[in-house]
């Protein structure tokens, strides 16, 4: 019997990830923001593991490297291709600089893809791949289908001709030589261009185009994130929007142990004893976002702020639940109102009730939130005071409905 030799891919894929994401407002890199329990990310390494294989360069954002490598890694788990993941700078071109030099002995076609690009079709992707040639890079781009207008100011001042014109999208693909040779040009200019297909004909490069994909198009502001969830759950309630209330349901536990003060129901404790987490041990706040994402079903805690988001080691209940309230608008709903109860022998919460149901309900952009505590008599761990309980019940709403 024969057996075909392994062949290493010539082609390698850099995934430029490390955005900020300001104009999205997601207090995360753009990448890292979740879509439908998966990640900016996640989708757009989806596209390319269903494509043919290659070398897989991921450029993660700074500080958040750790992330991105676990998103890397999980999908190359089924997949065993060469992936490598490097740190981005503060401008596009130096993040593709950083991928570019990570690049591994026998690659000759490079194919650079925004990641915000999430539900571009891998079949986008090969057909880049495979227009590239020796002396042309290829992008993918739609025709222009708006009537454009220059303008000055307010000033209309004419038409233009939109026969000529094309939007483009990524990934783009080039020769490997004439690329690093460009990109090096640009360094020793200074010269920073939108894009690679701009920066390699600023050198001197021949750019071809072959058709894009309407599904390419890039999430860059909370309307095109809410179009991709639409685009991948057209028929499911919530996507954009559900028909009728909805209520959820969250529980949340932590022991005592951990350090500094007491934080709970979004208040600092002094002297209390803390509790461990992997934010500030918040049960109360923690039990409530869960209660939120799962009336909206939007999955968990663990999905969007757990130990793979070093982002929120630390936070308090302010952070969680101003994001929490984000992605619930941007998904369509209105939040009800909120009703929690935590089961402890302390810290005494009657005399801080209202001062907690306040702060939490600024976290939430002015939701109704209420809260109650009660002990359990000695038994079990919280009345053991080994830890506290806490169970949370979330009403939220279609935009514009009224209950």
């Given at each position: 019997m024969s057996v075909t030799p392994y062949s290493a891919p010539t082609t390698a894929i850099i995934i430029v990830a490390a955005g900020s994401g300001t104009r999205?407002?997601?207090?995360?890199?753009?990448?890292?923001?979740?879509?439908?329990?998966?990640t900016v990310l996640r989708h757009a390494l989806e596209g390319v593991f269903a494509a043919q294989p290659m070398h897989v360069i991921l450029v993660a954002p700074p500080g958040h490297e750790q992330a991105a490598a676990d998103e890397l890694e999980d999908l190359n788990s089924?997949?065993?291709?060469?992936?490598?993941?490097?740190?981005?700078?503060?401008?596009r071109q130096q993040s593709v600089t950083a991928g570019l030099a990570a690049l591994g002995d026998g690659i000759e076609v490079v194919l650079v893809h925004d990641a915000a690009r999430a539900l571009t079709p891998s079949a986008q992707i090969d057909a880049?791949?495979?227009a590239v040639t020796a002396d042309a890079g290829v992008i993918p781009a739609l025709a222009v289908i708006d009537t454009l207008k220059r303008v000055e100011g307010d000033a209309v001042v004419e038409a233009v001709d939109r026969s000529v014109l094309a939007a483009a999208q990524t990934p783009q693909g080039f020769p490997r030589g004439p690329l690093e040779a460009a990109y090096a040009r640009a360094l020793e200019t200074g010269e920073e261009h939108t894009d690679d297909a701009a920066l390699f004909a600023a050198a001197g490069g021949a750019v071809r185009r072959i058709a894009?994909?309407?599904?390419?198009?890039?999430?860059?502001?909370?309307?095109?994130?809410e179009r991709a969830r639409m685009?991948?759950?057209?028929?499911?309630?919530?996507?954009?929007?559900?028909?009728?209330?909805?209520?959820?349901?969250?529980?949340?536990?932590?022991?005592?142990g951990g350090e500094g003060n007491l934080w709970l129901a979004g208040l600092e404790w002094p002297d209390e004893q803390p509790l461990s987490g992997h934010s500030d041990g918040d049960a109360v706040a923690h039990a409530m976002v869960d209660a939120l994402l799962g009336a909206a079903g939007l999955g968990?805690?663990?999905?969007?702020?757990?130990?793979?988001?070093?982002?929120?080691a630390?936070?308090?209940?302010?952070?969680?639940?101003?994001?929490?309230?984000?992605?619930?608008?941007?998904?369509?709903?209105?939040?009800?109102?909120?009703?929690?109860?935590?089961?402890?022998?302390?810290?005494?919460?009657?005399?801080?009730?209202?001062?907690?149901?306040?702060?939490?309900?600024?976290?939430?952009?002015?939701?109704?939130?209420?809260?109650?505590?009660?002990?359990?008599?000695?038994?079990?761990?919280?009345g053991r005071g080994e830890g506290i309980s806490v169970?949370?019940?979330?009403?939220?709403?279609?935009?514009?409905a009224t209950g």
């Open positions: 999205l407002g997601a207090g995360v890199p753009k990448a890292l923001v979740d879509i439908d329990g998966r089924e997949h065993d291709w060469r992936a490598t993941v490097v740190v981005g700078g503060e401008t880049v791949a495979a894009g994909d309407e599904r390419a198009f890039k999430i860059t502001t909370p309307a095109d994130l685009l991948l759950h057209p028929a499911q309630p919530g996507f954009p929007l559900p028909q009728g209330p909805r209520i959820g349901v969250g529980t949340d536990v932590h022991a005592f968990d805690i663990g999905e969007h702020f757990g130990t793979a988001h070093p982002e929120y630390g936070a308090h209940a302010d952070v969680f639940l101003a994001r929490t309230a984000r992605m619930l608008e941007e998904a369509g709903f209105a939040i009800g109102n909120v009703s929690v109860q935590f089961q402890g022998n302390r810290p005494r919460f009657s005399a801080r009730r209202a001062e907690a149901e306040a702060a939490l309900s600024q976290a939430l952009g002015g939701a109704s939130v209420s809260v109650s505590a009660t002990t359990t008599d000695g038994l079990g761990f919280p169970t949370a019940v979330a009403l939220v709403l279609p935009r514009g």
